[in-house]
């Protein structure tokens, strides 16, 4: 991949990305410098996306053979997340100012100009992909720009024109995996003829994209009104009826199963097979539930599902599968 003020109740892969987004309580008029700082860079995504880092990376070499060179790679990697999420918030402040969850983010009420906003937002850009060059190599430097990119110049735009934006947001979601696998020496390890990291990072990238669908159709049903008073394209707006999103929710968590199920091949591991089988199957029955009641209720219920099936698959992966 998508992928979405830092006092919420709920932070779900907007973009960086669509990632992650998030569900949230507004951030107070008063707020601290620390809520400000919180809301612009949504430290709670940033997690998401440095867990997906981190699976990529020992799903393809193991531990890392320098820990500095990790912490420098989750930090940049971290700077690059927080740029891009400044960088949407600048160009979504008139339609944050629209909606409840999102009036009271910084620059949307005024508390950041905008010019400054800009500043920082270039700067965190900057030195994050100059700390992920140096960490983990040009490869892995250029997908987090390229995440970047699309993320704040295609998905957040789209939004705007097109219910398509999801699709565009979910690409931005999934391509973290491949700064982990280009920071682990996955091209030179699939060039020199392994093929186990690449084929493992390629199932999960898969994995993420196809979350995503699911993930952000709940949050799209919870907030359609919202989104519509905004003037924001998203599928719930333009079919109200909810059963283009059910539809797209329930066909993308049942191509999710196979795609986890790839995850156990390289390591040969039964025991993330089974773990990958329970979490997929599991997202299908709470996506099944939301497709044909179409209610709040099962919005919520597949939303706090797909939150827990991809801690419980990025936790299997991890614990039983390392390529041998």
């Not at 932070?11 to 998030?22: D, I, N």
């Not at 531990?63 to 690059?80: I, K």
């Not at 029955?285 to 919520?300: E, I, K, Q």
Request: no cysteine; hydrophobic share 55%; proline share 6%.
């Amino acid at each position: 991949m998508t992928p979405p003020p830092f006092t919420e109740a709920v932070a779900v892969p907007a973009p960086f990305g669509g990632g992650l987004s998030e569900a949230s309580v507004p951030v107070a008029r008063g707020a601290s410098w620390a809520a400000d700082l919180s809301s612009l860079t949504r430290p709670r995504i940033a997690v998401m996306v440095l867990a997906t880092v981190v699976s990529a990376f020992w799903l393809t070499a193991g531990r890392p053979q320098s820990s500095v060179a990790m912490l420098v790679l989750l930090a940049g990697t971290t700077l690059v997340a927080a740029s891009s999420s400044i960088a949407n918030q600048i160009l979504e402040r008139h339609t944050d100012r629209a909606m409840p969850r999102t009036a009271a983010r910084p620059v949307a009420t005024g508390r950041l100009a905008v010019r400054d906003a800009w500043w920082l937002s270039a700067a965190t850009l900057v030195v994050g992909a100059v700390g992920v060059w140096l960490s983990g190599g040009l490869a892995a430097a250029a997908a987090a720009v390229v995440t970047w990119l699309l993320y704040v110049l295609a998905y957040t735009p789209l939004k705007r024109i097109t219910p398509l934006n999801t699709a565009v947001g979910a690409v931005a979601g999934a391509l973290p995996v491949a700064i982990g696998w280009a920071a682990a020496g996955g091209p030179e390890r699939l060039a020199a003829g392994d093929a186990r990291g690449g084929l493992a990072a390629a199932a999960l990238a898969t994995v993420l994209y196809l979350w995503q669908f699911p993930h952000f159709m709940a949050i799209a049903w919870l907030y359609r009104r919202q989104y519509e008073a905004a003037g924001l394209k998203m599928l719930t707006v333009v079919d109200p009826s909810g059963l283009r999103a059910a539809g797209q929710s329930l066909a993308a968590s049942l191509a999710m199963v196979p795609a986890s199920l790839v995850l156990s091949v390289p390591s040969g591991s039964t025991r993330l097979f089974l773990a990958a089988a329970v979490a997929s199957i599991t997202y299908v029955l709470a996506a099944t539930r939301f497709a044909v009641r179409r209610d709040d209720a099962s919005a919520r219920i597949l939303l706090f599902t797909s939150l827990g099936s991809l801690l419980g698959l990025l936790t299997a992966a991890v614990a039983f599968g390392r390529p041998a």
